[in-house]
């Protein structure tokens, strides 16, 4: 069965930076997009940024633009979100999530994610 595990959360000041992780495994993830989610209290589970496992092409909500890189090592089947210069409101448990995706036929909503991991809470301090 697929598992997505994420870890490398904690608390940050503002200003700060964390790399999270998702550990992938259960199936081959050619022709899979990998994504990074994250839901702050009392707010839906917002898209962050996906990567192409394929082709490594990769696409960012802009909230995180210039600030999250998510990259991936096919070789390790892991998925990395690199957060730089936190703020407060990047505070939330982040998600990593898989589906289907042919090219880059990029999808934001939850829903249409077939996998997920359990979630890693990062706290950033102001």
């Known amino acids: 069965q697929v598992q997505l595990v994420e870890s490398g959360g904690g608390l940050v000041q503002a200003g700060g930076s964390l790399r999270l992780s998702c550990a992938a495994s259960?199936?081959?993830?050619?022709?899979?997009?990998m994504a990074w989610f994250r839901r702050s209290p009392g707010k839906e589970r917002d898209f962050v940024a996906a990567?192409?496992?394929?082709?490594?092409?990769?696409y960012y909500a802009d909230s995180v633009k210039g600030r999250f890189t998510i990259s991936r090592d096919n070789a390790k089947s892991t998925v990395y979100l690199q957060m730089n210069s936190l703020k407060p409101e990047d505070t939330a448990v982040y998600y990593c999530?898989?589906?289907?995706?042919?090219?880059?036929?990029?999808?934001?909503?939850?829903?249409?994610?077939?996998?997920w991991g359990q979630g890693t809470q990062v706290t950033v301090s102001s």
């Open positions: 259960g199936r081959t993830f050619t022709n899979y997009a």
């Open positions: 990567i192409s496992w394929t082709l490594g092409n990769t």
């Open positions: 999530a898989a589906r289907y995706q042919l090219l880059t036929d990029w999808r934001i909503w939850a829903g249409e994610y077939d996998y």
